[in-house]
């Protein structure tokens, strides 16, 4: 079940968006914990998942983080799809192609 709070999100799949797939690759970036997830920009979690897979995820990857973060940070849970044309315009901004 999905946290309805930033403090109930025990492990990543208890955050909104976050499914076992996502959760897998953030573990095999060394991110276990919603709290770790909290401490990073999700821009630099986006471009190591592309790093340690060997290829740049899909964007939406990052807009999810971005909700995820936004949780965190928030308490407000959001779809991921919101954060698209912000994600949009950070990804143009860093010129990450």
């Not at 499914?19 to 709290?35: F, Y």
């Not at 964007?59 to 919101?82: I, Q």
């Amino acid at each position: 079940m999905k946290a309805k709070r930033p403090d109930q999100a025990v492990k990543l799949e208890d955050l909104p968006n976050i499914g076992k797939s996502i959760a897998a690759d953030l573990r095999a970036i060394g991110i276990e914990r919603p709290q770790q997830l909290a401490e990073q920009e999700p821009l630099s979690v986006y471009l190591q998942l592309g790093g340690a897979m060997g290829e740049r995820h899909d964007p939406c990857v990052l807009y999810t983080l971005m909700a995820a973060r936004h949780f965190l940070d928030s308490g407000e849970a959001r779809p991921w799809w919101v954060f698209t044309d912000a994600g949009r315009k950070l990804l143009q901004r860093e010129h990450v192609k």
